[in-house]
């Protein structure tokens, strides 16, 4: 059949016309079908994001442990059967809310550090103006003694569920009762009282165990840097006087009750139902989680939770990275610090790849790196006093300071303490001037015992090896 022309050019214009809605149509439906698939896997990454985080809170629930700041108040109770002291401490420290005292015990701590620790028994200016101020310590100093012939619990009165904004002043007044006991060791030493000293060191850690059972981060840092405070006086000690073997004895066994494996444990549930509450807070809240008044109001926290996590995925990275440093903990401090390294890796690689959608974790998680730290620095600290007091029981039997961990293994030391950074065995450096116990540090690398603050220090005891004056 013959097609005329007028039905050709029909016929070409329809082609066309086809042609050009199909042009069109094309992209739109190749942009339709990436809109599908990007909603299908936006839709399956939020189902499991949501199975995981579902997996986390149910592997909390299911020991018992605080998810939110509304359970970790809940359980900060004081241990059954044991006399709480709490009442007695805050009573005793009530003086350094007298902002007159706590000035002057600034000024004269730098006196105490000015006094030499060799026996001396000379009256000073130094030494008049540091016993007046005792003077006015005499009930903390009367009632720290109390505390080496009991077992005890506290539970101080502040509320956990605000948790970053949760005030702490008791911590700082139990640091500056430490700094006051400090001062009475000094003085005790300058006078050659040295039973007195041991008792006051002794006193030191007893008020650093009435922190112990406190959840809060900023509390156990405080503890932290008590026990630190401790393992200087002893350096002060062993290198300037002569101890008593059953003195020895007794400053050994207060160290090894040291459990900061434990408390570590405690301070990383914590932490976690602390990071996990602010996961459910709006995204702009974070900035304010420590100071805004909205954040310390108890209403705001309690309706946001019942909201749940803004970010589900974010929130199951915050809970699976603590349920790894909780199972870290259970065997030591160096394998937290060991965990913790690789999760502080993979939380830099989120940032650097998709730092906007897990805004919480990229927030919350690396100032976290600052308590493992100190917990390390302490435990290495704790560890090296005990090798170090092992050293001055050899000492006082050999008349000679010991040169290698064979002299101390097994007769003074059951073991070679762990470096919680390293993992490896504490390095032992004995020299005409000093005998030094250390870990490596944080870069592990030994700096043949370098105390110099800063990242790169290594940690550990000093002792001057020379025989008291």
């Given amino acids: 059949m013959r097609v005329s022309d007028g039905n050709k050019s029909g016929l070409g214009r329809y082609a066309r016309s086809r042609l050009t809605l199909g042009c069109l149509l094309s992209p739109l439906l190749l942009l339709l079908m990436v809109l599908l698939v990007a909603a299908i896997g936006c839709w399956m990454?939020?189902?499991?994001?949501?199975?995981?985080?579902?997996q986390e809170i149910a592997s909390v629930r299911e020991t018992g442990r605080p998810l939110t700041t509304i359970d970790l108040e809940l359980l900060y109770k004081p241990e059954?059967?044991?006399?709480?002291?709490?009442?007695?401490?805050?009573?005793?420290?009530?003086i350094l809310d007298d902002k007159e005292v706590e000035d002057s015990l600034a000024r004269v701590r730098k006196l105490g550090d000015a006094l030499r620790t060799t026996p001396n028994?000379?009256?000073?200016?130094?030494?008049?103006?540091?016993?007046?101020?005792?003077?006015?310590?005499?009930?903390?100093?009367?009632?720290?003694?109390?505390?080496?012939?009991?077992?005890?619990?506290?539970?101080?009165?502040?509320?956990l569920t605000l948790g970053f904004a949760s005030s702490t002043p008791h911590a700082f007044r139990m640091l500056q009762g430490t700094q006051v006991l400090g001062l009475q060791l000094r003085v005790d030493l300058y006078c050659g009282r040295t039973s007195e000293a041991v008792n006051r060191l002794l006193q030191q850690l007893a008020?650093?165990?009435?922190?112990?059972?406190?959840?809060?981060?900023?509390?156990?840092?405080?503890?932290?840097?008590?026990?630190?405070?401790?393992?200087?006086?002893?350096?002060?000690?062993?290198g300037q006087q002569e101890v008593e073997e059953q003195d020895l004895t007794r400053l050994q066994s207060a160290f090894q009750k040291l459990d900061l494996r434990r408390s570590l444990q405690f301070t990383i549930r914590a932490e976690r139902a602390m990071e996990y509450t602010c996961?459910?807070?709006?995204?702009?809240?974070?900035?304010?989680?420590?100071?805004?008044?909205?954040?310390?109001?108890?209403?705001?926290?309690?309706?946001?939770?019942?909201?749940?996590?803004?970010?589900?995925?974010?929130?199951?990275?915050?809970?699976?990275?603590?349920?790894?440093?909780?199972?870290?903990?259970?065997?030591?401090?160096?394998?937290?610090?060991?965990?913790?390294n690789a999760v502080s890796d993979e939380c830099r690689t989120r940032i650097k790849r998709a730092g906007r959608t897990y805004p919480y974790s990229s927030v919350l998680l690396p100032p976290f790196s600052i308590t493992i730290k100190q917990f390390a620095m302490a435990d290495a600290q704790g560890g090296a006093a005990i090798a170090a007091i092992a050293a001055a029981r050899f000492r006082k039997r050999t008349q000679r300071w010991p040169a290698t961990w064979q002299e101390l293994v097994p007769e003074y030391l059951p073991v070679i303490p762990l470096d919680p950074f390293s993992g490896q065995e504490m390095l032992l450096r004995l020299s005409s001037e000093s005998l030094k116990i250390y870990s490596v540090g944080e870069?592990?690398?030994?700096?043949?015992?370098?105390?110099?603050?800063?990242?790169?220090?290594?940690v550990g005891v000093a002792i001057e090896v020379g025989k008291p004056e």
């Fill in 45 to 54: 990454h939020l189902r499991r994001s949501h199975n995981e985080l579902v």
């Fill in 80 to 94: 059954p059967g044991l006399p709480d002291v709490t009442a007695e401490l805050e009573r005793v420290l009530r």
């Fill in 121 to 159: 028994r000379e009256p000073t200016p130094e030494l008049a103006e540091i016993e007046r101020l005792l003077a006015r310590f005499e009930q903390l100093l009367a009632f720290a003694p109390s505390l080496l012939d009991r077992e005890f619990t506290t539970r101080f009165s502040y509320d």
């Fill in 207 to 238: 008020m650093a165990d009435t922190l112990g059972n406190d959840p809060n981060a900023i509390p156990q840092i405080v503890r932290l840097v008590i026990i630190r405070t401790a393992v200087t006086s002893l350096e002060l000690l062993l």
């Fill in 279 to 340: 996961c459910t807070w709006p995204v702009e809240s974070l900035a304010e989680s420590d100071g805004d008044e909205k954040t310390r109001n108890r209403d705001f926290i309690e309706q946001n939770l019942a909201r749940g996590p803004r970010y589900p995925w974010d929130a199951a990275v915050v809970l699976k990275s603590f349920r790894r440093l909780d199972e870290a903990a259970e065997s030591s401090v160096h394998a937290v610090v060991r965990e913790w």
């Fill in 443 to 458: 870069n592990k690398q030994d700096e043949s015992g370098s105390w110099q603050e800063g990242e790169f220090a290594d």
